[in-house]
């Protein structure tokens, strides 16, 4: 087994910024790719960010600029810090890890944006 355990999400004002993590571990061996999805009550799940084993980063565009993904491989822990996040960002945040043996997903932790 392959397990995500996230964590960071919360109560945000506007403006505000958050730190989410995406804890990986179990039977791997090396961690492909995580990507940081969203899914607001509703709505489709969506992309945010990606980073690769490589290092090298992708962005919704609406994030771009505001958001960051990075990693700590000695921790197979890879993090999205947020900043100046809007109302438009209250989501469930996902974190997906790419593995050799395929795609894993964490439980998800609450964004809320609100004043």
């Known amino acids: 087994q392959v397990q995500l355990v996230e964590s960071g999400g919360g109560l945000v004002q506007p403006g505000g910024s958050l730190r989410l993590s995406c804890a990986v571990s179990?039977?791997?061996?090396?961690?492909?790719?995580v990507t940081w999805y969203r899914q607001a009550p509703g709505k489709q799940r969506e992309f945010v960010a990606i980073?690769?084993?490589?290092?090298?980063?992708n962005y919704l565009d609406s994030v771009r600029g505001r958001f960051t993904i990075s990693r700590d491989n000695a921790k197979n822990t890879a993090y999205l810090q947020m900043n100046n996040l809007k109302p438009e960002d209250t989501a469930v945040y996902l974190c997906?890890?790419?593995?050799?043996?395929?795609?894993?997903w964490g439980q998800g932790t609450q964004v809320t944006v609100s004043s």
């Open positions: 997906n890890a790419l593995v050799r043996t395929g795609s894993y």
């Open positions: 179990g039977s791997i061996f090396s961690i492909n790719a």
């Open positions: 980073i690769t084993s490589g290092g090298s980063t």
